[in-house]
């Protein structure tokens, strides 16, 4: 997920009045989420080298937050009301196969070209998507940021076809297939006006319960073979975006308001890189950074909204 859609989601309508607002704090959660979302990068693909699979990786992402968000669901019972085929639809678009798919991708791709062809794209696909599919025609500075973006990732995925490291390329494809599966996720999201608990349902309890007994009875696991420091790692990790990244974020629509989220999570694709160079020993062309840069400045002109619609 990414900031430029933030609206998308089931923040729409949290926003508070002005007097009761607290910016700082808005500031301070939507800047904590950035580090959040830029570290998932980095903890994943470090997941995606070690001994573990990205089978159990995926075992310790949905049977953890299954088992912390269990109780939450059983006191709230937010499965009324709700049609058990869009808990199920859900479930999919970003649920079991979106997880799979996006950390399949890291075993191919360096960590940047997670926040650059899944994060950093999905805005225009959203976009797209929402014109198609709910006739909301975009303005036309939300169309350039659109157009930077996909230049942007076009820059970036010439850098990958002649990367030295073998397979980049698919990497990237795969997380535009995530991507594409979590705008349509989003979209839905808003159409059918999902509420965080809801969410917890579907992509927590649900997945969960589907995907831990098919992963300890068919898929094949090297859990017993990986050290604790691995377990603990991606144990911890992989739970924080859904569980606490989700929260942080909704604080910040509160405060500061949607487009103020978005612009600051805007900064996601690139911290990921520098994160990726830094403690990953990464090294991106220079035509990545380029386009890391153009992608960037494209989520920003997505985000931005008039003042009457903000």
């Not at 979106?98 to 991708?105: D, E, F, I, K």
Request: hydrophobic letters at 60%; a positive charge; zero cysteines.
């Amino acid at each position: 997920m990414t900031a430029a859609n933030i609206d998308s989601t089931n923040t729409q309508g949290a926003e508070t009045p002005k007097d009761a607002r607290n910016p700082a704090l808005g500031i301070t959660a939507a800047i904590i989420v950035v580090f959040i979302w830029s570290g998932w990068l980095i903890v994943t693909k470090v997941g995606a080298e070690s001994t573990l699979t990205i089978f159990d990786i995926a075992a310790l992402r949905f049977g953890l937050s299954g088992l912390i968000a269990l109780p939450i669901v059983l006191y709230f019972k937010p499965w009324k009301g709700m049609p058990i085929h869009r808990i199920a639809v859900l479930a999919v678009l970003a649920g079991i196969p979106y997880v799979l798919v996006s950390y399949a991708a890291f075993t191919f791709a360096p960590a940047a070209y997670g926040g650059v062809f899944m994060n950093g794209v999905l805005p225009a696909m959203t976009l797209a998507l929402a014109w198609i599919w709910l006739k909301e025609r975009p303005r036309s500075l939300q169309v350039g940021g659109a157009a930077l973006i996909i230049a942007g990732a076009s820059l970036a995925a010439i850098d990958a076809s002649a990367s030295p490291v073998s397979g980049a390329w698919i990497g990237g494809l795969l997380f535009l297939v995530a991507a594409l599966g979590f705008s349509v996720y989003m979209i839905l999201n808003r159409l059918w006006q999902v509420t965080t608990l809801q969410v917890l349902l579907s992509l927590s309890v649900v997945s969960g319960m589907i995907y831990v007994p098919i992963w300890y009875l068919f898929l094949p696991s090297a859990l017993a073979e990986s050290a604790p420091s691995q377990i603990l790692l991606q144990g911890a990790y992989q739970i924080l975006p859904n569980l606490v990244g989700l929260n942080l974020l909704a604080l910040a629509v509160r405060n500061v308001g949607a487009p103020a989220t978005a612009a600051i999570m805007s900064a996601v694709p690139s911290l990921g890189a520098i994160l990726g160079l830094v403690l990953l020993g990464e090294a991106l062309g220079t035509t990545t950074w380029v386009g890391i840069m153009v992608l960037s400045l494209g989520i920003l002109l997505t985000a931005i909204r008039p003042r009457t619609a903000a």
